[in-house]
């Protein structure tokens, strides 16, 4: 088994951080012990962009210079002493080193930057063959004609093999929008080879650099805005040098203004056009010469209390700015998650992975860690892709999760509020929603079905009419009924909601499935090498012996559904016959229901946790069970138990706790922490599509 890759290319600015991302996310779900190494690096002030981009991401807990072999500057200088193989020992020396402690490790080549582009071709081949790391090559179509890429392909294919080094794949990156399509097929039409190709096209989400990117670039400092606006992507820069009238018309979408800091009628002009519903957005103003704003115009802008468009001074004067800013190049940075999710949806919709793990004969690991189980859930979501409706649209935890989970294409989403609400919203936190569905409850051509629906359901409740029209303009419950109608596949609310308010609709008219008498609930506890299953800590205060017992099976299968394998320990106070009193004895009687239900699942109880989880301990509590000892489900007795455990382990041992996740229900509904986090949203939306294509 192949236990390194090297990822290169031949050229600069050819996108492969966006390529070593996405190879990261394809192997973290596979591989336990995962490394990143560079075998160089620029010194510099700031850490290296990608070492920090993968080590924050994956969770890489290793010392910072455990990931790079040498840096540029110490390379120049053995150079230039003509000790060349010095620099393969250092980097060699600092790599094994790194192998010790890892299970694979993605190596990522140099940037044909400074001193040594002039021999960076042979310098990536020689430390390959020294890694014996097959060669995963990233090709540059970026301004080139359709031919000039197709020569340029094979010429950098040519040249690796000719060193007699292996490749896995070719990626060509940053086609452009109209080459696509025929690159697309005149490389499947002549590749013959054994490693695949594969073509990404050039988005502007990742070929345009943030605010943020250029702001640091010319060491700006603010003035006024919202900071949430530095990850706005520029789309176009334009210097306002004319007359107010004529610069207007030069506005586009995303553009960020450079223009002198003396020039009030400018300012006052972007101020306009942030009002106006007529004018596209600008991302940003950058005010140059080192000019004081005037008071009046400082007392002015602080009166814009809802103007987030960030403002910037700088001590150059214009001609440099704008220099400067032409000249920076994109990157994807640890803190931008909107590119990130760009970069993961561009490469897991035009790259088969499967070719890949093919290549590299990729095994899974037997010990699912939690970041497996994380990144199983979006690839998994994305497989049969679902239609999730979020009924908290307005809220921004909310849009910048949506926004997220559209670009990387796990789910498509409708959001329900107010259009104008959300989208003012959207704009002020630079939010794009392309391609989102948003209803207005309260408008909505439906809500009249609805309602009619709703009556039909509970008029045996002493529901009215006029009662189903007022309670279809809630939030959850028109959300709800979209679920109900076949208009949505799942719904996610929580975020603003109480639970009682996003799962009381659900049990209203989604109901539970025939032989499940109850709804319940459960929350995956990511350990740190293993993911556990605890059911139920939310929803149910102190559930029957038959209830408890359908709390068991339910989770055993949502275990199942998520790959954990279930072996269910039922939990009390006392293991086996050794205890008395109503409490045990209900344990076990649900133990003897889920058995005679589900004799196929493992089902252990009534067992204490230690005796569940310690081999030793199930050896002498209750030898030969298959489940004590290695359990991976636990069933609580009551609400009371199951919350405050779920909550210690969860702070006790840093674990990460997802959820909590609705099962029983006949569609699948989601409820949020009120407290979760973008992540948690977006994880709890993948859940929920996983459900969905367990049903559809």
């Known amino acids: 088994m192949i236990s390194n890759l090297y990822i290169t290319s031949i ?134 004609s359709q031919e000039e890429v197709i020569s340029s392909v094979k010429s950098e294919r040519k040249a690796f093999i000719e060193k007699d080094l292996t490749l896995v794949a070719t990626m060509v990156n940053r086609i452009s929008s109209e080459q696509f399509l025929s690159v697309t097929q005149e490389l499947e039409q002549i590749w013959c080879y054994d490693d695949p190709v594969f073509i990404l096209p050039e988005i502007e989400a990742l070929s345009k650099p943030t605010v943020g990117e250029i702001i640091t670039a010319l060491d700006a400092k603010f003035v006024h805005g919202d900071p949430e606006q530095l990850k706005q992507e520029v789309l176009s820069f334009k210097v306002a040098a004319m007359h107010v009238p004529n610069f207007l018309y030069h506005i586009r979408e995303g553009c960020l203004i450079v223009t002198p800091g003396d020039r009030a009628d400018i300012i006052l002009a972007c101020l306009a056009s942030a009002f106006s519903e007529t004018y596209p957005n600008i991302a940003g103003i950058i005010l140059t010469g080192g000019f004081e704003l005037p008071p009046s115009l400082q007392k002015l802008i602080q009166g814009f209390k809802k103007w987030t468009v960030p403002m910037f001074t700088v001590e150059t004067d214009t001609y440099n700015t704008a220099t400067i800013i032409n000249n920076i190049h994109s990157k994807i940075t640890p803190d931008n998650e909107r590119k990130i999710a760009s970069a993961l949806g561009l490469f897991e919709n035009h790259i088969d992975s499967s070719k890949i793990e093919k290549r590299i004969s990729l095994s899974r690991s037997s010990h699912i860690t939690p970041i497996m189980f994380e990144y199983e859930l979006v690839a998994r979501a994305k497989k049969q892709r679902q239609h999730i409706v979020l009924p908290e649209g307005t809220e921004e935890r909310i849009l910048k999760a949506t926004e997220i989970l559209l670009r990387r294409g796990i789910v498509d989403i409708t959001l329900l509020g107010n259009p104008e609400e959300i989208r003012e919203k959207a704009t002020s936190l630079g939010i794009k929603l392309e391609g989102v569905n948003i209803v207005n409850p309260m408008t909505s051509p439906w809500h009249e079905d609805y309602a009619q629906t709703y009556y039909q359901l509970r008029k045996h409740k002493g529901i009215t009419e006029d009662c189903a029209l007022d309670v279809m303009h809630d939030l959850s419950y028109f959300g709800t009924m979209m679920v109900h109608k076949g208009m949505a596949d799942g719904m996610v609310s929580g975020a603003i909601h109480t639970t009682g308010h996003t799962i009381r609709p659900a049990l209203e008219f989604i109901k539970t499935p025939p032989g499940c008498s109850i709804v319940s609930s459960v929350f995956f506890m990511c350990l740190e090498d293993q993911v556990l299953v605890y059911g139920d800590c939310a929803v149910n205060p102190n559930p029957n012996p038959q209830q408890l017992a359908d709390i068991a099976i339910s989770s055993a299968l949502t275990a199942q559904q998520f790959g954990v394998e279930p072996l269910v320990a039922m939990l009390s106070y006392s293991t086996g016959e050794s205890g008395q009193g109503k409490d045990v004895d209900k344990v076990r009687e649900a133990t003897l229901i889920a058995r005679q239900l589900r004799p196929d699942l493992k089902i252990e109880g009534p067992i204490q946790y230690d005796a569940a989880v310690d081999e030793g301990v199930a050896q002498t509590k209750l030898p030969g069970s298959e489940v004590a000892g290695h359990a991976t489900v636990f069933i609580f007795p009551d609400l009371n138990t199951g919350n405050n455990t779920y909550k210690a382990v969860q702070r006790s041992a840093n674990a990460v706790a997802i959820g909590p996740v609705l099962q029983g ?32």
């Open 665 to 696: 229900l006949n569609k699948p509904v989601n409820d949020l922490s009120r407290g979760c986090t973008i992540t948690d949203i977006v994880n709890t939306v993948a859940i929920t599509a996983i459900q969905a294509q367990g049903i559809n």
């Open 11 to 144: 050229e600069p600015d050819s996108g492969k951080s966006l390529i070593l991302l996405g190879i990261m996310e394809l192997l973290s779900k596979r591989i336990r012990k995962l490394g990143f190494f560079r075998p160089i690096i620029q010194a510099g002030i700031k850490p290296d962009n990608d070492i920090e981009l993968i080590r924050s991401r994956y969770h890489l807990e290793f010392p910072y210079q455990d990931y790079y072999g040498v840096t540029h500057e110490e390379t120049r200088a053995l150079i230039a002493e003509g000790q060349f193989e010095e620099i393969l020992k250092r980097i060699i020396e600092k790599y094994k080193a790194l192998e010790e402690k890892c299970d694979f490790i993605v190596c990522e080549g140099t940037d044909f930057t400074d001193i040594i582009s002039a021999f960076e071709f042979n310098f990536n081949a020689e430390i390959a063959n020294q890694l014996d790391a097959p060669i995963l090559l990233v090709a540059n179509g970026q301004g080139k």
